[in-house]
DNA sequence: AAATCGGGGTT
DNA sequence: AACCCAGATTT
């Protein structure tokens, strides 16, 4: 099969060299207009049916797809999305919810600072401390949206020539154009980007960015790309070179720091007690039971200072009842679980931390994250 | 440029 | 067990 892809990428083809910046990527008129015509028609016949894309034209409902989707997989946000907008069909209804209330909806998302900024920008446009965004820039203004977000709202949404260059495209495209330097550097994404800017189109700049997108989730996959089945395969300057199985480059990312905790759930009748985290760290917002960092030390010792700062008084000595373990990107935590019946309900001084005694009915209403949800399994008696 | 911020599916 | 996902923000 003779390839397209050296001649058309070839620099002396390029109709417009001189916007080509220093190391920039020459693309020929002829490439841009075969790349742009075969994705979108593949596109047309292979667009995944997904919630959000039937309502294009609300900004607003693209704008909490884009942010629920964000380093989140398509089908891990699709039951998320749908409860959220049965909740919180537009910016008014979000703007005047408790924020608690849009945890809620979030626990087990990941990432809760995006709830956190989602219904922040909801506040600000609600109060009309500035004006609904009407460009890419006007969007990226908001807390929690970058240049991607804005990108894909307003291609998607106001129909805006502006690029929308995600993890899948950086893939894709340094497959397309043959760029084996590392997609983590700054340099190599800025100039991915800039290919990607020449890339979309006038006409359907929305449908057209997401179409790398299923292009990158369906066929151009991160490993085992199925490059028979892809429509830019004759464009593929990766694929006639034979650098696919290396392409796109990155470097390894770091193993999760090991860290060792214990959680004391305090028990009085059919009540635990549980606190809300601080504003700002992990878990921002959500509700836990008291758990401190082991550390070097014994299990016991660690219990001992737990209950000291709960200051609740002393009581029969707890029983271990399991370990959960919870893996995330940068910290691979082990909860050791113990509990104790108290005899008296009483609640914790001076900690600057908000505790509660709540029933199971109670908790099951507050935010939690998944690996504090999954305490509740070692409690059964 | 590197660290931080979740959780889960794929390979 | 490694990889990486419709990234943004802070350091």
Known sequence: ?????????????????????????????????????????????????????????????????EIMLQQTRVDTVIDFYLRFLDRFP????????????????????????????????????????????????????????????????????????????????????????????????????????????????????????????????AVCTPKTPACDQCPLARECAGLAKGMIAQLPVRTAAKKPIAVERVVLVLAHRNRVLVRQRPRGGRWSGLWEFSNLDVGSKSHSLALKELRADLALGEGLRPTFRGVVKHLLTHRAYSFHIYHLRLPRAALPRGQGQTYRWVTEAQLASLPVGVAHRRVLHFLTT
Not at 32 to 41: A, D, H, P, T, V
Not at 47 to 58: C, G, N, V, Y
Request: with cysteine; aromatic share 8%.
């Open 1 to 65: 099969m003779r390839s397209e892809a050296g001649r058309l990428l070839n620099p002396s083809t390029s109709e417009r060299p001189g916007t080509a910046a220093e190391g920039g990527i020459e693309l020929s008129a002829d490439y841009i207009r075969s790349i742009r015509r075969k994705l979108l028609n593949w596109y047309d016949r292979n667009a995944r049916d997904l919630p959000w894309r039937h309502h294009s034209d609300d900004a607003y409902a693209q704008w909490v797809a």
């Open 90 to 217: 537009n910016v008014e209804s979000l703007a005047i919810a408790p924020l608690d209330e849009v945890l809620g909806l979030w626990q087990g998302l990941g990432y809760y600072r995006r709830a956190e900024n989602l219904h922040r920008s909801a506040q600000i446009l609600a109060r009309k401390d500035i004006d609904w965004p009407k460009d890419a820039r006007g969007w990226q203004a908001l807390p929690g949206i970058g240049v991607y977000t804005a990108g894909a709202i307003a291609s998607v949404a106001l129909g805006e020539q502006v690029p929308a260059v995600d993890g899948n495209v950086l893939r894709v495209l340094a497959r397309l154009l043959c760029i084996d330097d590392d997609i983590g550097w700054t340099t190599t994404r800025r100039r991915l980007s800039a290919a990607a800017d020449r890339l979309v189109p006038k006409a359907r700049p929305g449908d057209f960015n997401q179409a790398w997108m299923d292009l990158g989730a």
